[in-house]
């Protein structure tokens, strides 16, 4: 975050007023917005204040272009960001008003955020902007207690909320898609390229500020896992976990849209980060099985194994945790454009 002396506006020459927030303000709401989740926790992300609004630009120098070619997850965590970005306005007593892709000819330009109404701040409002700095990607082993079905239904209304859709893996479904996780896996480890690129972005040590560090990256994968979960150790020296074993029967989730344009992604990463921050606020832990989203026949073989009528963007395993650390972020300052965005296209 910028550095400022108490009650200065901040030095970033990229940070001003916007609309009806002070410059402070926007600060504080980026903070907030830039917490959300990405894969390989590239941060892609790039924010433009103008006198009356945020923007939300896509970073296309920060794609997983093996893992992500069509851009479909970086939608995503750019989606969850703006999620985030609307939470910490709405708390402030201000009401953001959203228009998605609202300019034809900048592509890159996901959102722009006019925060230039006042409006209540809603209980529900408060909960989930007071989730955002507890929720984390747990890759650990969760307890073996079963979320209850009065919870997975809170967790539905939560996607319904952003148009979206969430649909919960039946149990007599849970062999099939184990199976589709395990061969998208499978796939990807005979890929050099994605080798090489998850290579790059994960076992980062505890300096970097992007990427998976090693103490995120849960225990080493093991023979007797019913579940294919990646190891996200870079090949690190770890502790091995005691009471390893995964939990029998998680919670499994796909966060589905309606149809599979840049729209639709955008608007399931906000339903899926309204999904994990209303796990955060009722206990709930939650992972990505992001695998079986990133191999196209995986991801067409799980549309049709939940009814074939929503398309996958996002497949959750949630269940009760223990605490971990967050992972790192770049600062405020770092992805806030001074002058004029980002050149490239992110179709």
């Keep these: 975050m ?3 002396k108490k009650g200065a506006e901040p030095v970033n020459a990229g940070i001003r007023a916007v609309g009806n927030l002070t410059a402070t ?3 504080t709401v980026l903070a ?3 917490t959300a989740p990405s ?3 590239s941060q892609p992300w790039r924010f433009r204040c103008t006198p009356t609004a945020i923007e939300l630009h896509a970073d296309i120098t920060r794609q997983i272009p093996v893992a992500d070619p069509d851009h479909r997850e970086l939608l995503l965590a750019c989606g969850a960001a703006l999620l985030n970005l609307r939470l910490a306005i709405r708390v402030l007593g201000i009401h953001p008003t959203v228009s ?3 300019d034809p000819r900048q592509p890159n330009l ?5 925060p230039t109404g006042r409006g209540p701040t809603t209980p529900t409002d408060k909960a989930l902007a007071n989730a955002i700095a507890r929720r984390r990607t747990n890759r650990r082993p969760f307890l073996p207690t079963s979320v209850e079905p009065s919870l997975a239904a809170t967790l539905r209304s939560a996607a319904r909320a952003e148009q979206a859709w969430l649909a919960t893996v039946t149990p007599t479904q849970l062999p099939t898609l184990r199976a ?3 061969a998208a896996y499978d796939s990807q480890q005979r890929d050099p390229a994605f080798v090489a690129e998850w290579t790059r972005w994960t076992g ?3 300096k970097a500020n992007d990427g998976v560090p090693v103490y995120s990256s849960g225990p080493l994968p093991e023979q007797q896992d019913a579940w294919v979960l990646r190891d996200f150790s870079g090949g690190q020296a770890r502790p091995r976990a005691q009471g390893k074993d995964f939990e029998p029967e998680p919670l499994i989730v796909v966060v589905g849209s309606f149809h599979d344009l840049p729209l639709a992604h955008l608007q399931a990463g906000q339903a899926m980060q309204r999904v994990l921050l209303t796990a955060t606020d009722r206990g709930l832990s939650a992972s990505f099985l992001s695998q079986v989203i990133e191999v196209p026949p995986a991801r067409k073989q799980l549309r049709d194994l939940i009814g074939g009528g929503l398309w996958p963007q996002a497949v959750l395993r949630i269940g009760y945790g223990s605490p971990v650390a967050p992972t790192p972020r770049r600062a405020v300052q770092d992805v806030v454009e001074a002058g004029e965005p980002l050149s490239g296209r992110c179709p």
Excluded at 110 to 114: E, K
């Design 25 to 27: 303000q926007v600060e």
């Design 100 to 102: 998605l892709l609202p």
């Design 110 to 114: 996901l959102a722009r955020v006019r």
């Design 204 to 206: 980062r040590l505890d």
């Design 39 to 41: 894969l390989h926790n």
């Design 32 to 34: 907030a917005a830039i």
């Design 180 to 182: 589709l996780v395990a």
């Design 2 to 4: 910028a550095t400022t």
